[in-house]
C-alpha cells in the first residue's frame, strides 16, 4: 500500500478529538497563497475550457463543460464544489441503477476505477488521468470555500466514515490537494484514509502545506493515483 512509502507516514500517531492551535499569521499567509495561487490557477482553467469546449459540443460528453456537486465544508458548511464534467449528464441515476456496481463504489470508498465505471466518457478518462478535471475548483479556493491545500471536500456519505471525529475534520478549510492526494490518492482507501486526512489537520503548518504542494506536482506529473 502506498501509505507505507509516505516518509511523512511513518511517526503518525493515533487520532485524537483534540483540535489543533492555528496562528492567524499562517492563516493571513495560507490565504494570501490561495489567493495567488488561485488567480493564476483561473486563468489556466480559461485557457483549458477554451481548449476543451469541442468536447463538450459533440459526441457522448455533449453538454455542460462545468459540474458541481454538493460537499461540506469548514465548520459543516456545504457548498457547491466545480469540476470539469468528465460523465455523461445522468452519471448518478446511471450508478445508483446498478446495484451491484453502487455497492462496490460504497465499498471501495466511494470510488471506482475509469475502466469499470460506465459514467466516465472517453474524453473524461483524459481529463480525469491529468488532473484537468479539477481546475475549476481555484473558483472555490478564490471564493474562500476551499484552500489549496487541505482535507479533502467530502460528500454526505464519506463523512459518516469519521464518526465522533467529523467535527475535528471539518474545522480545517478542505484543499484542492492535501496529504491524502500526496500518500496515494485513490489507492488509499478508508478507514485509513481517516487517519491521513485527521494527521494534516492536526499537523498543519506552512512547511507542510509546502511540501504537499511540491509533491501534488509531482503526482500530477507522474498521473499517480488518479482515476
Same mark, same amino acid.
Given at each position: 500500500?502506498?501509505?507505507?512509502?509516505?516518509?511523512?507516514?511513518?511517526? +503518525?500517531?493515533?487520532?485524537?478529538?483534540?483540535?489543533?492551535? !492555528?496562528?492567524?499569521?499562517?492563516? &493571513?499567509?495560507?490565504?494570501?497563497?490561495?489567493?495567488?495561487?488561485?488567480?493564476?490557477?483561473?486563468?489556466?482553467?480559461?485557457?483549458?475550457?477554451? &481548449?476543451?469546449?469541442?468536447?463538450? !459540443?459533440?459526441?457522448?460528453?455533449?453538454?455542460?463543460?462545468?459540474?458541481?456537486?454538493?460537499?461540506?465544508?469548514?465548520?459543516?458548511?456545504?457548498?457547491? *464544489?466545480?469540476? &470539469?464534467?468528465?460523465?455523461?449528464?445522468?452519471?448518478?441515476?446511471?450508478?445508483?441503477?446498478?446495484?451491484?456496481?453502487?455497492?462496490?463504489?460504497?465499498?471501495?470508498?466511494?470510488?471506482?476505477?475509469?475502466?469499470?465505471?460506465?459514467? *466516465?466518457?472517453?474524453?473524461?478518462? &483524459?481529463?480525469?488521468?491529468?488532473? $484537468?478535471?479539477?481546475?475549476?475548483?481555484?473558483?472555490?479556493?478564490?471564493?474562500?470555500?476551499?484552500?489549496?491545500?487541505?482535507?479533502?471536500? /467530502?460528500?454526505?456519505?464519506?463523512?459518516?466514515?469519521?464518526?465522533?471525529?467529523?467535527? $475535528?475534520? /471539518?474545522?480545517?478549510?478542505?484543499? +484542492?490537494?492535501?496529504?491524502?492526494? !500526496?500518500?496515494?490518492?485513490?489507492?488509499?482507501?478508508?478507514?485509513?484514509?481517516?487517519?491521513?486526512?485527521?494527521?494534516?489537520?492536526?499537523?498543519?503548518?506552512? $512547511?507542510?502545506?509546502?511540501?504537499?504542494?511540491?509533491?501534488?506536482?509531482?503526482?500530477? /506529473?507522474?498521473?499517480?493515483?488518479?482515476?
Amino acid at each position: 500500500m502506498r501509505v507505507k512509502e509516505s516518509r511523512l507516514l511513518l511517526d +503518525m500517531p493515533a487520532a485524537s478529538p483534540s483540535f489543533p492551535e !492555528v496562528s492567524v499569521a499562517y492563516l &493571513f499567509i495560507k490565504r494570501s497563497l490561495d489567493v495567488i495561487g488561485a488567480l493564476v490557477g483561473i486563468f489556466l482553467m480559461l485557457f483549458i475550457m477554451a &481548449f476543451c469546449s469541442f468536447f463538450y !459540443v459533440v459526441g457522448p460528453n455533449k453538454g455542460a463543460v462545468l459540474f458541481k456537486q454538493k460537499r461540506i465544508g469548514r465548520n459543516g458548511e456545504p457548498f457547491a *464544489i466545480y469540476k &470539469f464534467r468528465s460523465m455523461v449528464n445522468n452519471a448518478e441515476e446511471m450508478l445508483k441503477k446498478d446495484e451491484l456496481l453502487y455497492k462496490k463504489y460504497v465499498a471501495n470508498g466511494y470510488k471506482i476505477t475509469a475502466e469499470e465505471d460506465p459514467r *466516465i466518457t472517453s474524453f473524461g478518462k &483524459f481529463i480525469r488521468k491529468t488532473s $484537468l478535471d479539477e481546475f475549476p475548483q481555484f473558483l472555490n479556493v478564490l471564493k474562500g470555500d476551499m484552500s489549496l491545500v487541505g482535507p479533502r471536500p /467530502l460528500v454526505q456519505a464519506e463523512l459518516d466514515e469519521y464518526r465522533e471525529q467529523k467535527d $475535528l475534520l /471539518l474545522s480545517a478549510k478542505p484543499g +484542492m490537494t492535501g496529504y491524502w492526494q !500526496v500518500c496515494g490518492r485513490s489507492d488509499v482507501h478508508y478507514p485509513e484514509r481517516v487517519d491521513i486526512e485527521l494527521y494534516y489537520v492536526k499537523h498543519q503548518c506552512l $512547511l507542510l502545506d509546502l511540501e504537499i504542494l511540491c509533491k501534488t506536482v509531482v503526482q500530477v /506529473l507522474h498521473r499517480k493515483g488518479a482515476y
